[in-house]
T-cell receptor, first 117, second 114 residues
Framework: GAVVSQHPSWVICKSGTSVKIECRSLDFQATTMFWYRQFPKQSLMLMATSNEGSKATYEQGVEKDKFLINHASLTLSTLTVTSAHPEDSSFYIC?????????????FGPGTRLLVL | AQTVTQSQPEMSVQEAETVTLSCTYDTSESDYYLFWYKQPPSRQMILVIRQEAYKQQNATENRFSVNFQKAAKSFSLKISDSQLGDAAMYFCAYRSAYQDKLIFGTGTRLQVFP
C-alpha cells in the first residue's frame, strides 16, 4: 500500500499563534510531497510542492512567510501556519508520490482541520 | 494551461444501479495521466482509478471503469452495482507527464439511494 498520515487530525488555536502540521509517508519513500487547502464544498487548491532537502515551490498567491514548509526527510514534510488568523481556518491535506514505478500517482493523507479563534 | 471540467455538480443513483460521472479536460500535451479520486464524508481522498494517456485500453478496477476518449478529451467514470458506500464527492484530475502537479475538477457529489 501507500499510506500517508497527518498529525494532528484537527487543531484549534488562538489568533496569532503558530500551528505545525506533519505529513508522513508510512510505508514508502516520498519523492515529492504536496500541500493543499480545501474550503467547504470546494475542490482542492494546491498551495505548494516540496522535495526532500530543497525549498518548497509555492503556488501563485500563497504567502511563503505565512505557510512555512519543511521537507526534512523522504518520509516527512511539515507545514507551519505562522501567526494564524481566523481566515486561515480550513482543511489542509497533504499528499505524496513514491519513488520508482507509479510515481505519478499522489496518495493523500486524511487531512487536518484547523480552526483559528 | 490545462483545465479539468466536471459539468455535473450532483448526481444520484439507486443502489445496485449504474451511474456515469463525466469529466472533460483541455490540454495540448500528448503524454499525461488521468485520475478519479473519491472523497467520502471523512474527507480522506481515495484513489479510485488511473489511466495513462498512451494506453488505449480503458482502466478497470472492480466495479469502477473509465471511458477514455483521447481525441474528445473525455474521461468518464462508470460505477456499476452502486453501493451505499459509494456516496461521496468524486474528483477528476489531470497530471502532465512533465510536471508533478495534479489539476482537479470541481467535483461531482454522488448520492446513492437504497
Amino acid at each position: 500500500g501507500a499510506v500517508v498520515s497527518q498529525h494532528p487530525s484537527w487543531v484549534i488555536c488562538k489568533s496569532g499563534t503558530s500551528v505545525k502540521i506533519e505529513c508522513r509517508s508510512l510505508d514508502f519513500q516520498a519523492t515529492t510531497m504536496f500541500w493543499y487547502r480545501q474550503f467547504p464544498k470546494q475542490s482542492l487548491m494546491l498551495m505548494a510542492t516540496s522535495n526532500e532537502g530543497s525549498k518548497a515551490t509555492y503556488e501563485q498567491g500563497v504567502e511563503k512567510d505565512k505557510f512555512l514548509i519543511n521537507h526534512a526527510s523522504l518520509t516527512l514534510s511539515t507545514l507551519t501556519v505562522t501567526s494564524a488568523h481566523p481566515e486561515d481556518s480550513s482543511f489542509y491535506i497533504c499528499s505524496a508520490t513514491r519513488q520508482g514505478r507509479g510515481q505519478e500517482t499522489q496518495y493523500f493523507g486524511p487531512g487536518t482541520r484547523l480552526l483559528v479563534l | 494551461a490545462q483545465t479539468v471540467t466536471q459539468s455535473q455538480p450532483e448526481m444520484s443513483v439507486q443502489e445496485a444501479e449504474t451511474v456515469t460521472l463525466s469529466c472533460t479536460y483541455d490540454t495540448s500535451e500528448s503524454d499525461y495521466y488521468l485520475f478519479w479520486y473519491k472523497q467520502p464524508p471523512s474527507r480522506q481522498m481515495i484513489l479510485v482509478i488511473r489511466q495513462e494517456a498512451y494506453k488505449q485500453q480503458n482502466a478497470t478496477e472492480n466495479r469502477f471503469s473509465v471511458n477514455f476518449q483521447k481525441a474528445a478529451k473525455s474521461f468518464s467514470l462508470k460505477i456499476s452495482d452502486s453501493q451505499l458506500g459509494d456516496a461521496a464527492m468524486y474528483f477528476c484530475a489531470y497530471r502532465s507527464a512533465y510536471q508533478d502537479k495534479l489539476i482537479f475538477g470541481t467535483g461531482t457529489r454522488l448520492q446513492v439511494f437504497p
